[in-house]
């Protein structure tokens, strides 16, 4: 197997603790407090559009090399059976330990969230501890979706410059989600943004940088603003905190601030992700700050971190009796903090790594990019 990019690692571990954050920002009820620090918590869900930019691009580029280097493209159902036995064991673990221990559903609900289909029936709470796991449906579907986008691409880029006719049919996706959004509001289904082709747009970013990473390989001028595109994505990162980007409680935003933040997101995440997929300079400060072993095994473990640290959270305030909303936000984030890490670190070793060890991989698959020349000589980088 080709060696994982540890930078695009450390890029999912990260985000994997802006959910963990989020979710102690609001069970504390800190992100619904005054003040920028509360506003820009309260968006820490960019996480999500970041974790589905790097599906998009890391599990696309086999196609797409497949089809601009003209070689045999990835087996669907080999594809497809490696990313049931990526997702599913510890998804089933972290949900039956929360339901068992939380919730009083009958056989129907038990089948309807061990078979991912929570986003497709009528939307009630979620049981203690699965708050999170809206997510999962929507990648799953993705995953299912792929096989057949990738062979609608392929066959859209024949006859001409593939790469380009690539692109061309990958910007079909973000109209889709743009569409969703409008339908969602002109026709008072809010539930459409459970499904896929709501967040499309997130997906497809990660496809078309799979595209450039096969086309160009290095981008010059990636690599030479690197540092501006970071800045730029802290910079409208604070203008998706305002409310352009929709209310902070569950308040249903407008369609301007449904379009407003979907577009920011998208935007934010392709700043963060693209210096790291296109110009994967390593000898970089961002990448020895990204790439380090900690961060990079924090990404290693980022699944098993998203899957578990809402029941950890849940886990604390029942055993301490706290009220909902309320808490010591340092002291829950601390107790949190160590157990989602200490339980995830089991989990993906007893469970991730011995699912995959049946699937014939080590691990799954991650940021198999490809490292680019070092330039000779060469500054140090953001």
């Not at 069970?27 to 005054?34: A, P, S």
């Not at 796991?133 to 609608?152: D, G, H, K, R, S």
């Amino acid at each position: 197997m080709k060696n994982r990019d540890a930078a695009l690692d450390g890029i999912r571990g990260l985000a994997a603790l802006g959910v963990w954050l989020l979710h102690v920002g609001g069970n504390t009820g800190v992100i619904y407090g005054d003040g920028m620090f509360a506003w820009m918590a309260a968006r820490l869900g960019i996480a999500v559009p970041i974790f589905f930019l790097l599906s998009g691009l890391l599990l696309y580029r086999p196609w797409a090399e497949a089809v601009i280097e003209d070689t045999d493209p990835p087996k669907a159902g080999r594809y497809l059976w490696r990313r049931v036995l990526r997702v599913m064991p510890a998804y089933w673990v972290v949900t039956a330990v929360a339901l068992w221990a939380w919730s009083s559903l009958d056989v129907y609900g038990w089948a309807k969230w061990l078979l991912l289909l929570q986003n497709y029936t009528e939307q009630t709470r979620a049981p203690d501890g699965l708050y999170q796991m809206w997510t999962m449906p929507i990648e799953m579907a993705f995953y299912v979706a792929l096989p057949v986008l990738a062979w609608l691409l392929g066959r859209c880029a024949r006859g001409g410059n593939r790469p380009v006719r690539l692109l061309a049919g990958i910007a079909v996706l973000p109209v889709v989600s743009i569409a969703t959004v409008v339908l969602s509001h002109v026709y008072d289904q809010p539930q459409l943004a459970l499904w896929l082709p709501y967040h499309l747009i997130f997906f497809a970013a990660g496809m078309a940088m799979a595209v450039l990473s096969v086309w160009i390989r290095q981008s010059e001028v990636v690599d030479a603003l690197a540092s501006q595109l970071l800045v730029l994505a802290v910079l409208l990162y604070a203008v998706l905190s305002t409310e352009l980007a929709g209310p902070r409680t569950l308040t249903l935003p407008t369609m301007s601030q449904s379009l407003w933040r979907m577009v920011l997101e998208a935007t934010v995440a392709v700043l963060v992700v693209a210096p790291f997929a296109l110009a994967p300079r390593h000898g970089t400060l961002r990448y020895r700050v990204l790439g380090n072993p900690v961060s990079a095994y924090l990404g290693r473990i980022s699944y098993s971190v998203f899957l578990w640290h809402a029941a950890v959270i849940t886990l604390f305030y029942k055993v301490t009796g706290s009220a909902p909303f309320a808490g010591n936000f340092v002291q829950v984030a601390v107790f949190t903090f160590v157990g989602t890490i200490l339980v995830s670190i089991a989990s993906h070793h007893l469970v991730e790594e011995s699912a995959q060890r049946l699937s014939g991989r080590r691990s799954a698959p991650a940021g198999q990019l490809p490292e680019a020349p070092v330039p000779q000589p060469a500054p140090p980088g953001p």
